[in-house]
């Protein structure tokens, strides 16, 4: 038997960085990123930022476990993933994404929204992710998925 190219394993924080060069190789030439991401009005220094930011912020979440395939002779993270395992939320837990929720549609009311890097298109970001999050309200009955 062949030895083993790629390797599955957990992600820690130190992985952030090659998260997001994955991410970003990942979704270079994807059209519909060409519009939630413009690259006329997202620098590439603001796009890592965010993706740093937001991929560290995975690993502050219980539910959340981050994986990646690495290349055994390298070391080289080619893909990773996340899964989210139920749980149940402390009650301090639901208080803070309670906040960071309402923090979210304050900023919103202004016409900011940190959720995404400064210079996205927020309106395609809300029709193609908003679209998404009503999809999940609608659909996952979260006390059979996460346990809530």
Known sequence: MAPEAF???????????????????????????????????????????????????????????????????????VAFCRWSFPISLTEEEK????????????ERKEGRDSTWPTGANLEICDLKFGALGRMTENYVVKEDMYGE
């Open 95 to 106: 208080a803070e994404r309670e906040r960071e929720k309402k923090e979210v549609e304050e």
């Open 7 to 77: 390797v599955l394993s957990p992600c820690a924080t130190i992985d952030v960085p090659a998260l997001a060069d994955v991410y970003l190789t990942a979704f270079a030439s994807n059209p519909f990123n060409h519009y939630t991401f413009p690259r006329s009005t997202i620098g590439e220094e603001e796009m890592y930022r965010w993706l740093m930011d937001r991929f560290t912020k995975l690993f502050l979440k219980r539910e959340i476990h981050v994986f990646k395939i690495s290349e055994v002779n390298t070391g080289k993270v």
